[in-house]
């Protein structure tokens, strides 16, 4: 067989392969000419990866799962989530042997959803729950979208901690990080495969790269999670850092677990791709104290215009029209209680030249000694479609920004994880603002329940969700955004070429 067709072979696989679908048609004389647009079908399948929680032995987990209904995909379907052990790896790996096979059955998942369309939810206690492995395929592919919410009632990291779980990728940037004395800050990576990862772990701060000790050529095993304490890695104590996580070889989920001894904690995901303007949305309109942290990757300094979309438009703080990040650096300011009393959305644009950063904010809720902290990283826009799960009836508040043009945005509430009916309603969000809107809530509702955005028009819209708890005084919190869920795929259409087998 000549090389041509082995190639021709080859990619057809490929696009299957990456697709789960391909057509080959032959073309007839009044088509064969005309190029075909690429068509948006439902994704097959979808990997999740959920960081170990905790581990306080006072730490309360909920596991919440939901995937939207999709037109377009197969009837059936499965997802769970399962401990990510060295027994499931071995399962995996030598599923010939019977021991593997009854480490397999022990094996069992956290949530197991039963339809799309409803949310499905597991609860684990104390201090040793594992990290989680989540696989969707069919129906439950498109959109999966899994949250892990922990109560911590004392302690360090004392509050509410919550992560939207990720999919597995090769780089990621979390600008936010800390090694001073009250920050115990560990990177979570998770990998899902049946081989080994290996992964480097780089530190930036006010001075540029922090010299770091066994942070090159960290190995993590297949089917397995490593917490990486980061004051392990350098001697330096700095307040604002960025963590670059950059994979040699195979893929991981990363995620940034930031606990403070008197200001609580939370989660920090992974700032959206380096890029010229950034938007962090959803600052709760109570915050007391706001903190931003920026880093620029490449060679080039960065001079951002800061401003903040509000309720009626983007205004200037005062004091800190601009921050300026020296390249390979972080730079970071306190911007204090910027909102005023009203929800709103930072807003990172170039002054001049455009030069990528990452960024995120800390926000502070409450005073004193009843303080609670999280972390809200820039994001990319909502895109076609965004969920957020494991909301209640109450505490739960949605924050939608509409950075360059008025937007229209439907959100809908899901069904509840144990019963009550779906329901809908449509926001105009006027340029320049962040709008802090009124939820619809399934009627009947019984357990929790999921949003999802649904942009109506072009222009780019960005989300965060806010869940609430408060526990003996302290107001707890978490903020989660909502980038595109990746539930389709563009497929072309392929059509065969029996010219290519003649070359």
């Known amino acids: 067989m000549n090389r041509t067709t082995l190639s021709l072979i080859a990619g057809t696989a490929a696009l299957a392969a990456v697709t789960g679908f391909a057509t080959l048609n032959q073309p007839d004389a009044a088509t064969a000419d005309t190029a075909q647009a ?37 009837a059936d379907g499965t997802a769970e989530l399962v401990a990510a052990t060295a027994e499931s790896a071995a399962a995996t790996t030598d599923k010939a042997s019977d021991k593997a096979t009854d480490k397999k059955k022990a094996t069992k998942p956290v949530v197991t959803p039963k339809a799309p369309g409803t949310p499905a939810v597991g609860d684990t206690s104390g201090g040793e729950t594992p990290a989680l492995l989540g696989t ?8 999966w979208t899994v949250q892990e919410t922990t109560e911590v009632t ?21 600008p936010g990080v800390s090694t001073v004395a009250d920050r115990t ?9 049946d081989s080994a990862a290996v992964a480097d772990i780089e530190l930036y701060g006010k001075d540029g790269a922090l010299q770091t000790t066994v942070g090159e050529g960290i190995t993590i095993p297949a089917h397995s999670s490593e917490p990486i304490l980061l004051s392990t890695l350098t001697g330096e104590k700095q307040e604002d850092l960025t963590v670059h996580v950059n994979v040699r070889s195979g893929r991981v989920g990363a995620a940034v677990q930031a606990l403070d001894e008197k200001l609580g904690g939370d989660w920090l995901a992974a700032s959206t791709d380096p890029a010229g303007t950034q938007v962090v949305p959803g600052i709760p309109k109570d915050a007391t104290a706001v903190r931003l942290i920026a880093y620029a990757p490449g060679d080039a300094d960065a001079d951002l215009k800061v401003q903040l979309a509000s309720p009626s438009g983007l205004i200037t703080p005062a004091g800190h029209e601009t921050l300026h990040v020296k390249a390979g650096m972080t730079a970071s300011v306190d911007l204090g209680d ?5 929800a709103g959305s930072l807003v990172l644009t170039p002054t001049d030249r455009s030069v990528p950063v ?7 809720r409450g005073k004193g000694d009843r303080q609670e902290s999280a972390f809200i990283t820039a994001t990319a826009p909502v895109g076609t479609r965004a969920s957020a799960v494991g909301n209640s009836a109450k505490g739960s508040t949605l924050s939608l920004t509409a950075p360059k043009s008025t937007a229209k945005v439907k959100v809908t509430a899901s069904a509840g994880s144990g019963g009550g009916t779906a329901a809908s309603q449509t926001y105009t969000v006027k340029a ?11 009627a009947g509702l019984k357990g929790t329940y999921a949003l999802t955005v649904e942009p109506l028009t072009d222009t780019p819209v960005y989300a965060s969700r806010t869940l609430t708890a408060t526990t003996e005084g302290v107001p707890g919190f978490t903020i989660q955004t909502l980038p595109d869920d990746r539930g389709t795929v563009a497929v072309p259409e392929a059509d065969e070429d029996v010219a290519v087998l003649q070359k």
């Open 38 to 74: 690429a068509a948006e079908l439902p994704v097959e399948r979808t990997s999740l990866l959920c960081p170990s929680p905790s581990t306080s032995d006072l730490a309360d987990t909920s596991y919440t799962s939901f995937t939207p209904v999709t037109k377009g995909t197969d």
């Open 136 to 143: 969707a395929e069919g129906k439950f592919a498109p959109g």
């Open 154 to 174: 004392a302690g360090s990291g004392r509050g509410l901690q919550g992560v939207t779980c990720t999919a597995p990728d090769t780089e990621f940037w979390f």
């Open 185 to 193: 800050d560990y990177v979570h990576l998770t990998n899902p495969d």
């Open 338 to 342: 910027v909102t005023r009393g009203e």
């Open 358 to 364: 990452v960024a995120a904010v800390r926000v502070l």
């Open 432 to 442: 320049g603002t962040t709008q802090e809107v009124e939820l619809p809530v399934p």
